[in-house]
């Protein structure tokens, strides 16, 4: 199986609100308006164009409209990444049980680390200057703010 790139979006993709209440995170259309995270984003289509099976790999709330907001929100950012390439698991739940199958390959760019320590196969942590306080994450890193070329 060819190995896949899995980007999460918020915290890599597209801007974390720190200062947002639950309330706000959980509005219909909260997440169609959060910047992007220009470097990121620029990275994802640089690979896309260069054909790499780039796929999101998000989480959601199970409340009717965060996934369609996070679909409206790469249509418009990432117009290049297909609908079969946008996979969302519910939020609170490993990303790794959202898939069927997942190749030793398949990498995980995400910012939280629980996420990365629960996927099975190959992560990199991306910092983006709210996270990585704590210091679990020993493993391969970027920062969101990389020139896209060297990401």
Sequence with gaps: MTKKIYFDMDGVLATWNTQATLEQVATKGYFTKCKPMSEMVNAVRRLISENYPVHILSSVFMDGHSMQDKIQW???????????????????QPKADAMKYISVEDVLIDDFTDNLLEWPAKAIKVYNGINGTKGRWKGFSVHSNTDPELL
């Design 74 to 92: 790469l249509k418009e950012h990432i117009p290049e990444l297909k609908l079969e390439h946008m996979h969302f698991s519910p939020y609170g």
